[in-house]
């Protein structure tokens, strides 16, 4: 770790092993584990030229890999072997889990959390509380290898609570409306109408999440959010 | 590496650069990677304080994250960058491939091999000699972020010698019968079988294992677990 | 790192944590990250008995790790967290990217570009130019577990410029065709024609890529394959 990041960090808990590039900015309270790089320079550029900002109270654990240019909020938190390369925007209460990947110009927000082993390509967006379970690949590309690719590349978006569910594939461009649910294994080819349910490949509305029951509780589980009940649920 | 993991692992091979947490028993002959953590303790609780237990005999491959708590058999190996949180069993002879990820609570019998990729979230079973292929996705929770997950959680259990073919996702709580084949790529929405090959999204019955022929042999490749032959095959 | 390694690439890179076994030839001007380990040793292999050669112009991010016995060429890159197994052989300009997977025994040949999360298994031939999306799954067993494995593996092929969609699946021995198209999530249970486009689980050609449209040019984003136009597209 280099001293002038030691100078910046210093109410944080860094293990030794740490590689903290300069122009690290890492917030109170955090914690940073074995083997991590925070800083890393994108290509092009020099080690220190871009500010890296983390709020406070982040948990990076080990093997996380933090390429310079990323402004996260307070509270993040990466999985082990987590990986965000560069000029993305995370909120609030953002957490990347093991082995993922965020790539560059991605826009997260508050209360988003991203699962295992996920991927989220450049030009993406997570909004406000969206949840991407483990293995989710999101797409951005229509035609790999296209010589126009930068014209015509991209993101998918992620509304308000939308949830994708585990190794689902999202095609280009599509739009997951507030709250729906993406089932596992899904293969999205279009845009997903707010608080539809989606399944198989390619994904087709099977139910609205208001007809959903939870096990446990005899109740909908998303009766929180879509008002119909709302006794203090989280 | 710790003092007192010196003490405990004296006939291990350990990578100068692994990161071994105190209360970690390795077993005799056992090869530690570079890179590697053993012993991370989980949310609350203090290095060292809970135990970790692992068999003589290991192969615990680079950037190998093992959390504090973890009970291994003998003949352990894990592949590169395998995670396994903590509050797991695993019995012997049982390999964790690399990048593949075990949450915690996940109960692992003798002679299971988890291929590369994988992801097997908390309260799963893996039974005897069950097989999990490359990038496969156990699931637990039918309704992401649904406020009674802590309830309703179920994981999905493999039966002795059921085989997961690359990619599948299994949905939360499905049973895999014994000896029962899941193809690439299936979506398994419901149990399968004992001895069924299921296939597609969502995953369907398209054959049983005594119908299948290995195309070097001529033979069924599961000859011996059918008892139709036993000439001797492991 | 080794000292006969400093001496062997005195014009590369090496972070100062990297880890180099003997007889690693590092081509000049090759950049090598941290926590890298480049020449392990495959099982039986003593530290430096097998050869590992790597052209000129190299990019190895950190956390990567090379097996002995690789033959890379000019202008390779990898991305966060690869791993590449023993005895491939690659051409010039290849990538592989962050947590893909390449077994051993793999040809790849020029300007193949490998995405993120991916896994490419022993056997599997990836011809001049093919592209592989993130978390695509090739395989190669036809029936895992079964005894005669060592005799009917057979791995994939990617004829010159196929692509393979992200979270797409292969099947043992599938041909897929020069400049096919597979789509994102597609499960391939069969040969894919040349020029075809397929979707689906199990996936069916839908189109050919004469019929394909960027939405940014209004062409045909194949256009130079097709040699249907030839306006310095590269």
Known sequence: MTTSTAARAEHAEIAPTARIHPNVVLGEGSVVGDFVIIGEPPRGAKPGELETRIGPGAVIRSHTVIYAGNVIGSGFQSGHGA????????????????HSIIEHHVRIEDKVRIHSQAFVPEFSTLKRGSWVGPGVRITNAPHPLCPDVKDCIVGATLEPGAKIGANATLLPGVVV??????????????????????????????????????????????????GEMSEGDE
Request: proline share 5%; charged share 15%; glycine share 12%.
């Open 83 to 98: 990986l965000l390369r560069e000029s993305n925007s995370l909120g609030d209460s953002v957490s990347v889990g093991s």
């Open 177 to 226: 409306g507030e709250n729906a649910l993406v089932g596992a294994g899904a293969v999205v080819t279009r845009d997903v109408p707010a608080g539809a349910v989606v399944a198989g490949n390619p994904a087709r509305v099977v139910k609205h999440i208001q007809d959903l029951v939870c096990s446990a509780s005899g109740l909908n589980p998303y009766r929180a959010i879509l």
